[in-house]
């Protein structure tokens, strides 16, 4: 009986591995950023799931730190790999740097329900239209960049900040660690914006940029964490008549 030789059987991930097996996927092109990205983005994971869900603002707290976690592991693919195809690089900027505006976005509606209460939020909608429309423009342009979300969304930002000093002023017991943790996060911004500054510290801009915000959105946790309705201005636990 003459046996007749069958071809292999060649399963998905067999088909994967000869396309790319001349793929070096153990270089990293800027492997410091992107595994410090990698970082950042897995730490806000963590911190998302345990973050608390009965105050008014946790949806929009919950929003800020889901989209941040998702920029840091774009970013992490960004310097990992896709900074060197020049195909896709500028595409996966834009979404990128879209989505920290959008971070912005829901850290603005979590400040203004936390320490105003839900019946203020209208008034700041209109501003963040502002930043958020203008930075879509200057995406859709081709160039966007860190300077251009620091000048779009610094009325966001100021807002934010505001907020929070006067909420300090009132004896809100989040006011603080908050303000604590926007500082921490402007100055992770500064690393990566001044220049020399990053070197003061041995590292790239973008790494300690990252290590930075880890740093930051830790802290923002504890904040966001220790707070409940009963820490509220009295502005914010009772709405306004009418």
């Known amino acids: 009986m003459s046996s007749k030789s069958e071809q292999p059987t060649v399963g998905a991930f067999g088909l994967l591995r000869r396309v790319l097996r001349d793929v070096p996927w153990f270089v990293l092109v800027q492997p410091l950023a992107s595994l410090t990205d990698l970082a950042l983005g897995l730490v806000t994971l963590y911190l998302l799931r345990r973050l608390p869900a009965d105050t008014a603002a946790s949806n929009y707290w919950r929003g800020a730190f889901a989209c941040a976690a998702a920029a840091a592991l774009i970013g992490s693919a960004y310097h990992g790999a896709l900074v060197g195809m020049t195909e896709v690089n500028t595409v996966t900027w834009a979404v990128m740097s879209s989505m920290v505006v959008v971070v912005m976005s829901f850290l603005l509606a979590a400040t203004v329900v936390q320490v105003l209460g839900p019946h ?34 610094s009325l966001t930002m100021g807002s934010v900040l505001g907020l929070w000093i006067w909420a300090w002023t009132r004896h809100d017991p989040a006011g603080r660690p908050m303000l604590v943790a926007i500082g921490a996060s402007i100055a992770a911004g500064l690393l990566r914006l001044v220049p020399g500054a990053a070197a003061l510290v041995g590292l790239d801009p973008d790494s300690a940029y990252h290590l930075g915000q880890i740093v930051g959105m830790v802290l923002l946790f504890h904040a966001v964490a220790g707070v409940d309705g009963r820490h509220l201005l009295p502005s914010a636990r009772h709405p306004a008549p009418g």
Request: charged share 10%; net charge positive; with cysteine.
């Open 120 to 153: 203020r939020a209208v008034v700041f909608w209109p501003l963040r239209s502002l930043g958020l429309v203008a930075y879509v423009g200057i995406a859709a342009s081709g160039h966007p960049s860190i300077m251009a979300i620091m000048w779009c969304e």
